[in-house]
């Protein structure tokens, strides 16, 4: 099977800084698109960033000039580099990845980390 696990959330102040990071795990033949999404309380779902395996990315408008998402493609591993936080990116972020197993069964799918706190509080 694969597995997503984040980790780097926390408490920061606002226009503080936070680095999130997810390492993909198991069988895996190849990752196509990586990403972050994340989830306020009272709110759906959202779209932060993504970034594809050939290295194009799209950021949600509220987080442009502020957030940077990378890729490690030998670790397999996704980064999420927050800078200038404010209290309205508090959130539960999640890692989201499109992968090709190595499971014939499985084929390729859609996966999700466990998700990792993020407040921005002072």
């Known amino acids: 099977q694969v597995q997503l696990v984040e980790s780097g959330g926390g408490l920061v102040q606002p226009g503080g800084s936070l680095r999130l990071s997810c390492v993909a795990s198991g069988s895996i033949f190849s990752i196509n698109e990586m990403g972050w999404y994340r989830q306020a309380p009272g709110k759906q779902r959202e779209l932060v960033a993504v970034i594809r395996s050939g290295g194009s990315t799209n950021f949600a408008d509220s987080t442009k000039g502020r957030f940077t998402i990378s890729r490690d493609n030998a670790k397999n591993t996704v980064y999420l580099q927050m800078n200038s936080l404010k209290p309205e990116d508090t959130a539960v972020y999640y890692c989201?990845?499109?992968?090709?197993?190595?499971?014939?069964?499985?084929?390729?799918?859609?996966?999700w980390g466990q998700g990792t706190q993020v407040t921005v509080s002072s």
């Open positions: 989201n990845a499109d992968i090709t197993t190595r499971i014939r069964s499985i084929g390729r799918q859609e996966y």
